[in-house]
């Protein structure tokens, strides 16, 4: 019997994890194949999960939060960020709930890593950026959420200048604003504020070069896309389901 995958999001055409998947399987001739579930809404989960032969989900946009009611079990990290991108179906059917994303994050952003990043600025305050607080949190970096609607210990872009940018030397985008096909879009910070001592990591992958990304490297900073990050989380994914 084949084992089935998937993705389960919204509006997910677009999706890496299944071309990442699907490739995996066919080069390491695995009887597996990865579906996207995409749901209008949460609720429609209860449909998918009664197919005895999926052993494992990952999770996007919109549902890494909605989905934790829907599971039996929360893996401890995953219950401490608040968010789960990897669902294992457990011999039992049971569903664990975990997340990849922190480490995908951590190991994709050492390289760029150096004494002077003390501090970060996470844009946006959605279920991915969670996960990005945790990875902080556990390399020791003090971190600020931006949001366009800010809660008491929050920023607003507007309340971003030189000096908060000249003390936060890592920015990473974990907004939306800049994706395929929107691509001219991008987060409203100061840019001129800028330098070569900043690294401004973006979450989005397509494009491959996002604005925040091209305004960062106009400014001299060091940049990444969340390719990599996409890569390792989903390797970390398989090694969940196959443990």
């Given at each position: 019997?084949?084992?089935?995958?998937?993705?389960?999001?919204?509006?997910?055409?677009?999706?890496?994890?299944?071309?990442?998947?699907?490739?995996?399987?066919?080069?390491?001739?695995?009887?597996?194949?990865?579906?996207?579930?995409?749901?209008?809404?949460?609720?429609?989960?209860?449909?998918?999960?009664?197919n005895s032969?999926?052993?494992?989900?990952?999770?996007?946009?919109?549902?890494?939060?909605?989905?934790?009611?829907?599971?039996?079990?929360?893996?401890?990290?995953?219950?401490?960020?608040?968010?789960?991108?990897?669902?294992k179906f457990?011999?039992?059917?049971?569903?664990?709930?975990?997340?990849?994303?922190?480490?995908?994050?951590?190991?994709?952003?050492?390289?760029?890593?150096?004494?002077?990043?003390?501090?970060?600025?996470?844009?946006?305050?959605?279920?991915?950026?969670?996960?990005?607080?945790?990875?902080?949190?556990?390399?020791?970096?003090?971190?600020?959420?931006?949001?366009?609607?800010?809660?008491?210990?929050?920023?607003?872009?507007?309340?971003?200048?030189?000096?908060?940018?000249?003390?936060?030397?890592?920015?990473?985008?974990?907004?939306?604003?800049?994706?395929?096909?929107?691509?001219?879009?991008?987060?409203?910070?100061?840019?001129?504020?800028?330098?070569?001592?900043?690294?401004?990591?973006?979450?989005?992958?397509?494009?491959?070069?996002?604005?925040?990304?091209?305004?960062?490297?106009?400014?001299?900073?060091?940049?990444?896309?969340?390719?990599?990050?996409?890569?390792?989380?989903?390797?970390?994914?398989?090694?969940?389901?196959?443990?």
């Amino acid at each position: 019997m084949k084992k089935i995958y998937g993705l389960l999001g919204r509006n997910i055409g677009y999706s890496f994890s299944r071309g990442y998947f699907s490739e995996k399987f066919e080069k390491e001739s695995l009887d597996c194949e990865y579906n996207n579930f995409d749901l209008p809404k949460i609720e429609d989960l209860k449909e998918v999960i009664n197919n005895s032969n999926i052993k494992g989900l990952n999770v996007t946009i919109p549902y890494k939060e909605e989905v934790i009611s829907y599971l039996d079990n929360l893996d401890p990290i995953a219950k401490e960020i608040g968010a789960v991108n990897v669902i294992k179906f457990e011999n039992n059917q049971k569903l664990t709930g975990y997340n990849s994303d922190y480490y995908g994050f951590t190991e994709s952003l050492k390289p760029f890593l150096n004494k002077t990043i003390e501090k970060a600025l996470i844009l946006g305050t959605g279920g991915a950026s969670k996960a990005i607080a945790y990875a902080l949190e556990q390399l020791g970096i003090h971190y600020t959420f931006v949001s366009r609607n800010p809660d008491f210990n929050e920023l607003s872009y507007e309340d971003l200048d030189k000096d908060s940018i000249n003390s936060y030397k890592l920015i990473i985008n974990c907004t939306p604003l800049g994706t395929h096909p929107n691509t001219e879009n991008y987060p409203d910070i100061p840019y001129e504020y800028i330098t070569k001592n900043h690294v401004l990591y973006d979450l989005i992958y397509n494009p491959d070069q996002t604005t925040f990304m091209k305004k960062g490297a106009q400014q001299g900073a060091k940049v990444s896309n969340g390719l990599q990050m996409l890569i390792l989380q989903a390797e970390k994914a398989w090694e969940i389901w196959n443990a």
